[in-house]
C-alpha cells in the first residue's frame, strides 16, 4: 500500500503517524498520508520564509517554475486524475478534465504579466507611483471535492505574485495533493512549495503562525469562522471561499425540455458536491409539473457508479459523514411533509452512494431548504409570483451563486441583479469566466479568488511619494 509523504523545504518527508485514506466507493483504503506534526507545520513554514526573499526577486524565474508545472502536470495527468478519482469519488472523465484545468492554470499565471505600477503624479515637484508587494508566506487550505484545480487556483497566483506557500489538503482527500508535492519537488526551490497534511488542528496551527502572512481557505462557514479568530491576533489577510444554499429561479416562460439537462447537471455534478451548485430550485407553479417530470426522468437514467467506471456519470459521496448528513437531512423533509419524487436510495453493495433525489412539498424552516446540504438532493419549490421567489431566494445567510431560467433574457437580467449572489447567472449555472474574480455575499466569503481582484489578495499596496526639489 502506498505511503504518500509531506512536503517540506524541498525534500519528502515521513511522519510518526499516518493516516488512511478510503476510497469512497468500494471502502477500501486507498493509501496512507503522512499527518504532519506541530513541529513539521513550523519547519514548513519556516523553510517558506527563509525562501520568500530570493523568490520575491526573480519575476522571469518564477514564471519559468510556473510552465515547468503545467508540463509536469501534462505529463502525470492519469496517473494523478485516477488517484483523485479513488479518493475523493468523481468519474475519471471529470478529474483528468480537472488535472487539465490545473496545468492550465499554471499556464495562464507562467505568462501573466502583472499589472505596472500606476503613477499618479509626475513632475518637477513631485512623483506618485502605487506599487504591490507580495506578502510572504500564504497558508493556502483546500477542502475535499475538487482538491486539485481549487489548490492550483489559489498556489499559482499567489507563487507568481512573489510568495511562498503551505499548503494543507483536506483529511479525506490528501493524497491528489501530496502526490501533487512529489511531482512539483523539483520544479520549485527548496521551500516556495510546502505541502502538509493532517486534520484541522493543522489549519488552526497555520492560522496562528505569525509568519503566515495571508490565509486563502476554501470550505465550510464553520471552519471559516475559526480560521478568522485565529488569525486576528495579528491581522493576517484573509480570503475565505465558503459555502453556499444557490437558488435557481425558473420563469413562466422557461422552455423546460431546452433547460432540464442544464438544471439537473447544476444541481448534481459531482454529486451535489460544489459550493456553487444549485441547492434550492424555485420555479413557476405553471411549470412545477412539467419541470419535475424531466427532472424526475434524468435522475431515473443516471449512471451511479466507481470514479474509475466508464460508464459512471455520478460517483459516491466522498465521506461517510457526508452521507450520514444527505440522509438526515432527507429523513427530517419527510418528517415535514417532503414528497420524494424519485431518489432517496443507496445501491446494494458498498459505497457512500446516494441517488439523485428529486423533493417537493418544504420550503423555509425545514432545514433541506435552509442550510447547505453539498449532495445529491433537490428541493423545488413553486412560486406563483416572482418577487416572492426572490424573497425567498435572498432569505438565506449565504449568497455565493444564483441563476435565473427564461426565454426572455433582458428580464433575467433584471431578476438575477437582484438576487444576493456573487455569481449570478442567467440561463446556466456553474459556468465560471476563468478571468472573472469569485467571491460571495454574506456568510458566503470574503473577498475574492481568480480574476485581477484574486490576485491583488497576494499582494500589498505601497504608495511611493518622492519630494523633487
Keep these: 500500500m502506498t505511503h504518500y509523504a509531506l512536503l517540506i523545504d524541498g525534500q519528502l518527508h515521513t511522519s510518526e503517524h499516518a493516516d488512511a485514506v478510503l476510497d469512497p466507493a468500494t471502502e477500501q483504503t486507498v493509501g496512507y498520508a503522512a499527518r504532519a506534526s506541530q513541529a ?13 526573499a530570493s523568490w520575491a526577486a526573480d519575476v522571469q524565474a518564477r514564471r519559468k517554475a510556473l510552465a515547468q508545472a503545467a508540463a509536469v502536470l501534462r505529463e502525470n ?67 475535499w471535492n475538487v482538491p486539485i484545480i ?23 482527500t490528501p493524497l491528489s495533493t501530496l502526490l501533487l508535492g512529489q511531482l512539483l519537488k523539483d520544479v520549485f526551490p527548496a521551500g516556495v512549495l510546502n505541502i502538509v497534511a493532517g486534520d484541522g488542528a493543522v489549519g488552526e496551527q497555520l492560522s496562528r503562525h505569525p509568519h503566515v502572512r495571508h490565509i486563502t481557505f476554501t470550505g465550510s462557514v464553520a471552519t471559516g469562522k475559526r480560521l478568522y479568530a485565529g488569525a486576528s491576533d495579528d ?65 431515473k437514467r443516471t449512471r451511479l457508479g466507481s470514479g474509475l467506471d466508464p460508464q459512471a456519470e455520478l460517483g459516491p459521496l466522498t465521506n461517510r459523514q457526508q452521507l450520514e448528513r444527505i440522509k438526515a437531512l432527507v ?10 419524487h424519485t431518489g432517496d436510495t443507496q445501491p446494494d453493495g458498498p459505497g457512500y452512494f446516494f441517488a439523485p433525489t428529486i423533493i ?33 431566494a435572498n432569505a438565506s445567510p449565504f449568497g455565493l451563486g444564483a441563476s ?50 484574486g490576485y491583488d489578495a497576494f499582494s500589498d499596496l505601497q504608495v511611493i511619494n518622492i519630494a523633487r526639489h
Design 40 to 52: 513539521q507545520v513550523d519547519t514548513a513554514v519556516e523553510a517558506a520564509q527563509r525562501a520568500f
Design 77 to 143: 495527468t492519469q496517473p494523478l486524475a485516477e488517484l483523485i478519482s479513488r479518493e475523493q469519488g468523481r468519474p475519471l472523465r471529470f478529474t483528468l478534465g480537472e488535472v487539465a484545468g490545473a496545468a492550465a492554470t499554471f499556464d495562464h499565471y507562467a505568462g501573466f504579466e502583472a499589472p505596472a505600477a500606476e503613477v499618479l503624479r509626475d513632475d518637477e515637484q513631485r512623483l506618485v507611483r502605487l506599487e504591490r508587494r507580495p506578502l510572504g508566506v500564504v497558508a493556502a487550505i483546500t477542502p
Design 150 to 172: 481549487l489548490l492550483v487556483l489559489k498556489l499559482a497566483p499567489a507563487l507568481h505574485a512573489g510568495n511562498t506557500l503551505v499548503a494543507k489538503p483536506s483529511e479525506h
Design 235 to 299: 491581522l493576517k489577510r484573509l480570503t475565505l471561499e465558503l459555502g453556499g444554499n444557490d437558488a435557481a429561479l425558473v420563469l413562466a416562460d422557461a422552455d423546460i425540455p431546452a433547460i432540464a439537462e442544464s438544471l439537473f447537471w447544476g444541481a448534481f455534478w459531482n454529486s451535489g458536491q460544489v459550493c456553487f451548485a444549485i441547492k434550492r430550485l424555485y420555479v413557476h407553479r405553471s411549470l412545477f409539473e412539467p419541470l419535475i417530470a424531466a427532472l424526475v426522468e434524468r435522475a
Design 331 to 340: 429523513a427530517d423533509a419527510r418528517e415535514h411533509g417532503a414528497v420524494i
Design 360 to 392: 417537493s412539498g418544504i420550503g423555509a424552516g425545514v432545514a433541506l431548504v435552509d442550510e447547505e446540504q453539498f449532495g445529491p438532493v433537490l428541493p423545488v419549490i413553486a412560486f406563483d409570483d416572482v418577487e416572492d421567489a426572490i424573497r425567498q
Design 404 to 453: 435565473v431560467w427564461t426565454r426572455d433574457v433582458d428580464q433575467g437580467e433584471a431578476v438575477v441583479r437582484r438576487l444576493d449572489a456573487g455569481l449570478a447567472w442567467v440561463n446556466q449555472h456553474l459556468d465560471v469566466h476563468p478571468g472573472a474574480p469569485k467571491g460571495g455575499y454574506k456568510w458566503s466569503g470574503l473577498g475574492y479568488e481568480g480574476g485581477a481582484r
